[in-house]
T-cell receptor, first 112, second 112 residues
């Protein structure tokens, strides 16, 4: 079983749909992250949670809504997305601050 | 705004050769990370550098950090095909210790 698991791996959604991405980590880490990886752009941090508390929100539009019910699970709720939101969404976890992050396989999102 | 610049962005090198990837950043930080990403795969942590002068080595890869010059290097020794991947450096400038700014990545191709 991999350390950080993301589901689904691929998602196609219309601009009026509501969907959720799920991330689960089995590493006993305290912090969880959402990153966005777009073509031709650097990896962008979206949100960080530590012990279920949001630590960072990198000016992400409200159509992306994170939820962290416990230290092992992280969700990203999506609604009324735009085509430019199509990207690879990566979840990661780390033991603590200033420690390496372990990434999941990502969800490839396409907004049509 | 923190900028993280990697060069080169694309690198084709022959097996057995040595080369260095550079990572420059614009704002003072002593926390720098190197990651590897294979095509279609997630990011894998390579090195964590947390102080000026830090040097870490793993196999044919060696990373160093010069915080005064705001420069990190990833040196490849006697390259082999298995090293073909995209390499990212990431700098943490945040007060929280959780926010990484990634470079655009260096796509490395090692050819026979």
């Amino acid at each position: 079983e991999t350390g950080v698991t993301q589901t689904p791996r691929h998602l196609v959604m219309g601009m009026t749909n509501k969907k959720s991405l799920k991330c689960e980590q089995h590493l006993g880490h305290n912090a969880m992250y959402w990153y966005k990886q777009s073509a031709k752009k650097p990896l962008e941090l979206m949100f960080v949670y530590n012990f279920k508390e949001q630590i960072e929100n990198n000016s992400v539009p409200s159509r992306f809504s994170p939820e962290c019910p416990n230290s092992s699970h992280l969700f990203l709720h999506l609604h009324t997305l735009q085509p430019e939101d199509s990207a690879l969404y990566l979840c990661a976890s780390s033991r603590d601050r200033n420690t390496e992050a372990f990434f999941g396989q990502g969800t490839r999102l396409t907004v049509v | 705004e923190l900028k993280v610049e990697q060069n080169p962005l694309f690198l084709s090198m022959q097996e057995g050769k040595n080369y260095t990837i550079y990572c420059n950043y614009s704002t003072t930080s002593d926390r720098l990370y190197w990651y590897r990403q294979d095509p279609g795969k997630s990011l894998e942590s390579l090195f964590v550098l947390l102080s000026n002068g830090a040097v870490k080595q793993e196999g044919r890869l060696m990373a160093s950090l010069d915080t005064k010059a705001r420069l990190s290097t990833l040196h490849i020794t006697a390259a082999v095909h298995d090293l073909s991947a995209t390499y990212f450096c990431a700098v943490d400038y945040s007060d929280s210790g959780y926010a990484l700014n990634f470079g655009k990545g260096t796509s490395l191709l090692v050819t026979p």
